[in-house]
């Protein structure tokens, strides 16, 4: 057996790693589809508001950082649905309120705080109690099930939104899930990632994913193994090397990025001289053939098992999930 898996608190901070890197790409893969990247780090902002007051209070900060979060989250919906241009700079304030008030207030809670201020920013894998462990396993329970339950929706209004309102959805409802999904997540991150990091470990899983899947559901699946892999290998290599946690799970996550980058570079430039048709395909997609239809450019994408399928001379196309195109201004 290893050495570090004979310490406690090493076995707890692996549990909870393997929780975040589970549960980070499952919410980030929406987030990257509606362009909205850099959402999780505003409420990792506001969350450390929450974490102070939690200090402050001598209650617990991943409670008080949870209710912190998920009111941002709910706020944050809440101005982008009125669509203002000022919803912009609303939300400036509120993310640099939140860092700067939690600096503030950890300042003041007296001994050890500008240690425990480093720790919930960068990540700290010595901090995860077993208390945590058990609240994150909860949470992280929570956020895979109703991501998994959801996400053929959160797909849809990701993909695009006035085409999913027009069909019925209930997509303010279903945005607001998704950001109170998204403070969840950052909640949980904050022992093992911190607050300031935690977005990137949404975010890169999926782009570096995205290179490589085809189908939304095996780009998913990639995003969830890579989330996975540099989050339990970088708390294990930030034990060995002595570096903190966050910071070494987001550089191999990026490794990964970049290796991912290259070589999909070389592939695309081998591929892109032979179409690859998909001749195995039996059903015949059609109006009222019970799939759901996507719109796509000038033509109509099938979601069929996680994939999207579209008609292509006397076959079916397999379309990749790539990020949006150019959004309107609204
Ligand atoms: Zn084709
Ligand atoms: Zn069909
Ligand atoms: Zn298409
Ligand atoms: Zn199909």
Redesign the pocket.
Known sequence: MPELLSYDFMQRALIAAFLVGLAAPMVGIFLVQRRLSLIGDGLGHVSLAGVAVGVFTGNQPVGTALIFAVAAAVLIELVRARGRTSGDVALAVMFYGGIALGVVLISRAGSGAPANLDSYLFGAITTTSSTDVWVFAALAAVIVTTTWVLRPRLFAVANDEEYARATGMRVTALNITLAVLTAVTVVVSMRVVGLLLISALMIVPNAAAQLLGGSFRSALRLAVLIGVVSSVGGVWTSYYADTPSGGTIVLLTIAIFLVATIGTGVVARARARSHEGKDEHQHEHGTGCGHPT?R??D???YLHDGE?H?AHADHW?E?HVVPAGPKEER
């Open positions: 996507i796509h450019g033509h109509v994408d999207r579209a196309d379309h």
